[in-house]
């Protein structure tokens, strides 16, 4: 088996490090990921420049891009590694219902699935790499599952309770889950004394019952939503059918 791994915290990040351990141990892996910390950046990819590919001394690529611009190039690029599976992560921090748009790990297990590549994104809940030992073994141990009942390509989003193996109660699978609107951006000054901005904190958790990843999470199991990449809406285009017969 051959595995893709990229992530959108950048290279040098301890969830990546750890989860190319992981997978080193049950399949021939490639790493190309980010130069710096590009977490939300969503699926951008960089149109107004061009980008680099190069190798660290422990053979991890990196790129001075977002996620999705690492895999694209790892897939149509110089490199002739054609994967099995792309996995993205481990992230630090959750990437739980709404945050999934956001997400620049999910959205570069997202690129591979829209080249038609299974992809599997792993974040933990809490930020701060707690028992990410645990998460490593966790997504090793979803790896090596495989979902072979799924249709391929399919596109996993996977998150993990910063708790020991052992604690971890089981994986569930579940929808995602909803926020309230973003908190406001934070306001302060620059040392010239002009106004300037930070993107504040998500919101609340609005829609986190039972069946979604907030809750599932929040009670000890591993929360593994299946993603689908369609923005129509099915219901209103129905609607918009009959009004505009
Ligand atoms: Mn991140």
């Known amino acids: 088996m051959k595995i893709l791994i990229s992530n959108d915290d950048g290279y040098l990040a301890p969830g990546l490090l750890a989860l ?3 997978m080193s ?17 969503s699926n951008s990819l960089t149109l107004d420049r061009p980008l680099s590919l190069t190798r660290a001394a422990n053979g991890f690529y990196f790129v ?7 895999v694209h190039i790892a897939l149509t690029g110089p490199l002739g590694f054609v994967p099995d599976l792309i996995v993205s992560g481990i992230n630090n921090g959750q990437n739980m219902g709404d945050d999934t748009l956001y997400s620049g790990t999910v959205a570069a297990a997202t690129e ?3 080249f038609g590549i299974p992809a599997i994104a792993f974040s ?22 495989r979902f072979d009942a799924l249709p391929s390509p399919y596109l996993l989003n996977v998150n993990i309770p910063n708790l020991p193996r052992a604690a971890i109660k089981g994986i569930l699978p ?6 309230h609107m973003s908190e406001p951006v934070i306001r302060a000054s620059d040392p010239h004394g002009r ?22 999470t929040a009670n000890g199991f591993v929360s593994i939503t299946p993603l689908q990449i369609d923005l129509t809406h099915a219901s209103q285009l129905a609607i918009l059918r009959q009004d505009l017969a």
Request: aromatic share 6%; charged share 25%; glycine share 12%.
């Open 20 to 22: 190319a351990d992981a």
């Open 25 to 41: 141990a049950i399949a021939e892996i490639l790493v190309v990921a980010p130069d710096s910390n590009r977490s939300g950046s």
């Open 64 to 70: 001075n891009g977002t996620p999705s611009d690492c």
């Open 112 to 114: 591979g699935y829209l």
């Open 124 to 145: 933990q809940v809490r930020s701060g790499w707690a028992e990410l030992d645990s998460a490593a073994l966790i997504a090793r141990e979803l790896v090596e599952r």
């Open 174 to 179: 579940t929808r995602l889950g909803k926020r």
């Open 195 to 216: 106004e300037i901005f930070w993107i504040g904190p998500t919101g609340a958790e609005r829609e986190a019952g039972e069946g979604t990843d907030f809750h599932a």
